[in-house]
C-alpha cells in the first residue's frame, strides 16, 4: 500500500488484479462441465448402440435359423460384437429358441473401493 493512496483506491487495485483470475477460473470450470456433459452422453449413446447390436443380431439369427442364441458369447462371435467390459455389463437372459432373449446393458459406474 502506498503512503498516499485511500482504503478505496487500494481495495480497487485488488480487485482489478483479481478479476483475471476468477475469470480464468470460472472458465475453467465452465470448460470442465462442458467435458464431463460430453462424456455422459458419449457413453449413454454407446449403451443404446450397443445393446441396438445385440438386440439386431438376436433378430437376424432368428430370421436366419428359426431360433434365438442361446449365449452371449453365441451372439458376440456370431456377429463379431465387442464391447468394454470395464464400461459395461451384459445381462443376456434366453427365454427358449423361440422368444426373444432379454437384453440388458448396463454402464459401470463404480469401480474397487467405490470411487470411480
Same mark, same amino acid.
Given at each position: 500500500?502506498?503512503?498516499?493512496e485511500?482504503?478505496?483506491?487500494? +481495495?480497487?487495485? *485488488?480487485?482489478?488484479?483479481?478479476?483475471? *483470475?476468477?475469470?480464468?477460473?470460472?472458465l475453467?470450470?465452465?470448460?470442465?462441465?462442458?467435458?464431463?456433459?460430453? &462424456? +455422459?452422453d458419449?457413453?449413454?449413446?454407446? &449403451? *443404446?448402440t450397443?445393446? &441396438?447390436?445385440?438386440?439386431?443380431?438376436?433378430?437376424?439369427?432368428y430370421?436366419?435359423?428359426?431360433?434365438?442364441? &442361446?449365449?452371449?458369447d453365441?451372439?458376440?462371435?456370431?456377429?463379431?460384437i465387442?464391447?468394454d467390459?470395464?464400461?459395461?455389463?451384459?445381462?443376456?437372459?434366453?427365454?427358449?429358441?423361440?422368444?426373444?432373449?432379454?437384453?440388458?446393458?448396463?454402464?459401470?459406474? +463404480?469401480?474397487?473401493g467405490?470411487?470411480?
Amino acid at each position: 500500500m502506498d503512503i498516499f493512496e485511500t482504503k478505496g483506491t487500494h +481495495a480497487k487495485r *485488488i480487485f482489478r488484479s483479481l478479476v483475471p *483470475i476468477l475469470s480464468a477460473v470460472i472458465l475453467c470450470f465452465v470448460f470442465y462441465l462442458g467435458i464431463a456433459r460430453t &462424456q +455422459a452422453d458419449s457413453l449413454e449413446k454407446e &449403451q *443404446i448402440t450397443l445393446t &441396438q447390436a445385440l438386440e439386431g443380431g438376436a433378430i437376424r439369427t432368428y430370421a436366419l435359423t428359426g431360433r434365438y442364441p &442361446q449365449s452371449l458369447d453365441e451372439l458376440l462371435s456370431d456377429y463379431h460384437i465387442t464391447y468394454d467390459s470395464e464400461k459395461f455389463v451384459v445381462e443376456y437372459v434366453p427365454n427358449g429358441s423361440n422368444l426373444l432373449p432379454s437384453i440388458s446393458v448396463l454402464p459401470v459406474t +463404480a469401480r474397487k473401493g467405490g470411487a470411480r
